[in-house]
């Protein structure tokens, strides 16, 4: 098949939630013998460099250079919009006529969107079999948000999950199929009441590279990891900072937290004048990190889809404590593969179990790391696609008629 496949950021390389779902995707259209053109987003001259390293995995790739500045203009002038903002931010005059040229001279097979904020540009699109891969319903993580927030950005943030939600609503309709990244996110699409016929495949996770290794660790060290420019991370570290490190510190004053990921804010990093707290910023492999914890906490509030940091860390043979939104997202059993702790008492409670007990640590990284092999191995993911993209093409023949 001929397979056009757009998505929000730039797939390559790899190294963020929001390229490894695309990335595998497409590393598996082509190698299935599919001829994939790849068309997405560079906002900087750094990001398109390294974006070119996609080649060998497709046919063709398709840049729309953008500019941070011009896309935060195009989201304020959608505030009066029935549009999302958020659309705005994803928008680029230079991929919509790329897009609209390669429709014109090529005859595709398939067109698959991943992130609604892209479905824009072949929302209109007729005559050809058509996935969009929600991966996360976007409106209800702005919702949850303007829990959140202060006034007016509370407001803000209601106005865009509202306008969000509307815009999900209507880009299901007019796509053949539509996905999620987890079951819970299936349900939410599902209960949307659009009569979209839906489906559900889960991230994966590259247990090749993320692997045990000789065992070593600091009993006293606890890790986390995730972008720091990133709201629910922040929100997370900051909460747990002041209500469940003091409770560990008086049990275990030795006790080290490492907050490992790129471009904290000034508020994340001053979290690092805490005893015993150091904020890494940006590092070239998160991994030693990771495997030298006793375990790596995740007491995220706002979780939306499956978080990557999770999968990683188990898939290392290192446990993890979570909340349980955060759990829903993975496919695995709390007390049997990772604990689940929503108050700091819980959450302090749950990280002394395993660091002060060897044999419960161990127990726990060889029932998570079994766990990730068994059900987020890219390869099984990449099966359900493959069914998902049959059941597409199937539907659309028997709804519309079809040349494929």
């Not at 950005?153 to 106005?159: A, H, K, N, R």
């Not at 006793?294 to 940091?309: D, E, F, S, W, Y």
């Not at 709390?334 to 127990?363: C, F, K, S």
């Amino acid at each position: 098949m001929k397979i056009l496949y757009l998505c929000h950021r730039f797939p390559y390389p790899p190294k963020r939630g929001g390229k490894i779902r695309p990335f595998n995707m497409i590393r598996h259209l082509t190698a299935s013998g599919h001829e994939v053109t790849v068309c997405s987003l560079a906002r900087s001259a750094a990001e398109a460099e390294e974006g070119r390293g996609i080649a060998p995995h497709c046919a063709a790739f398709h840049m729309g250079h953008v500019k941070e500045p011009v896309q935060f203009a195009r989201m304020i002038l959608r505030l009066p919009l029935v549009t999302p903002s958020s659309m705005g931010y994803f928008y680029s005059a230079e991929l919509a006529a790329t897009v609209r040229g390669l429709l014109a001279t090529q005859k595709f097979d398939l067109i698959f969107v991943h992130c609604s904020s892209v479905a824009q540009y072949v929302a209109q699109v007729q005559g050809i079999p058509k996935i969009l891969d929600f991966g996360d319903m976007d409106s209800q993580k702005w919702l949850e948000y303007a829990n959140y927030k202060p006034w007016p950005l509370s407001w803000g943030y209601t106005l865009e999950g509202t306008k969000m939600l509307w815009a999900e609503k209507r880009l299901a309709r007019q796509f053949d199929l539509c996905t999620a990244t987890t079951r819970a996110e299936w349900e939410t699409l599902n209960d949307y009441g659009t009569g979209a016929v839906t489906d559900w495949f889960p991230n994966g996770v590259d247990a090749g590279f993320f692997k045990p290794t000789d065992g070593q660790y600091d009993a006293d060290t606890i890790s986390f990891i995730g972008r720091m420019d990133y709201y629910p991370n922040q929100e997370c570290m900051a909460r747990f900072c002041q209500q469940t490190w003091p409770l560990l510190k008086r049990q275990r004053p030795g006790m080290k937290l490492l907050i490992v990921g790129a471009d904290p804010s000034p508020e994340m990093r001053a979290l690092g004048d805490l005893p015993g707290v150091t904020v890494t910023g940006s590092v070239p492999d998160v991994r030693p990190f990771i495997l030298g914890s006793a375990l790596m906490v995740a007491p995220l509030a706002i979780a939306r889809g499956t978080q990557n940091k999770i999968l990683e860390a188990m898939a290392m043979g290192v446990p993890v404590v979570t909340s349980r939104i955060a759990a829903g997202g993975v496919d695995a059993l709390p007390e049997e593969h990772l604990l689940v702790a929503d108050t700091p008492e819980e959450t302090a409670a749950a990280i002394l179990r395993i660091t002060g007990n060897p044999a419960e640590r161990q127990r726990l990284a060889e029932a998570g790391r079994a766990r990730m092999l068994s059900h987020h191995a890219w390869d099984k993911s990449m099966q359900r696609l493959d069914g998902i993209i049959d059941r597409c093409r199937t539907h659309f023949q028997k709804t519309h008629g079809s040349r494929t």
